[in-house]
Nanobody, 126 residues
């Protein structure tokens, strides 16, 4: 059982930066891989970034490579998503997710994650 709460969203202009945080509580945080997904109105939820339990492996969607950075601080039970050079197409609700550590991990698949936060709104004006 893990509870996830996102924060840090807001309204910004194109080219600006935001840092999202995902605070976790419940079972041992370091036992989970973590990911960020986003969903825009009338669109399917899509993968953004993921990080392994110890932070040694990071993965990004092609659309955010070079602009977004995922990190985690297990001592603080928190995962971050640093978003730079934001574009209007980044506008979406961003949710973090936790997945049990397994022998195989398809980091960009929704069904690989077991717990989800409610999301935080990011709006990039144009």
């Amino acid at each position: 059982q893990v509870q996830l709460v996102e924060s840090g969203g807001g309204l910004v202009q194109a080219g600006d930066s935001l840092r999202l945080s995902c605070a976790a509580s419940g079972r041992t945080f370091s036992s989970y891989h973590m990911g960020w997904f986003r969903q825009a109105p009338e669109k399917e939820r899509e993968f953004v970034a993921a990080i392994s339990w110890a932070g040694g492996s990071k993965y990004y969607a092609d659309s955010v490579k070079g602009r977004f950075t995922i990190s985690r601080d297990n001592a603080k039970n928190t995962v971050y998503l640093q978003m730079n050079s934001l574009k209007p197409e980044d506008t979406a609700v961003y949710a973090c997710a936790a997945g049990y550590i397994r022998s195989s991990w398809f980091h960009d698949r929704v069904n690989e994650y077991d717990y989800w936060g409610q999301g935080t709104q990011v709006t990039v004006s144009s």
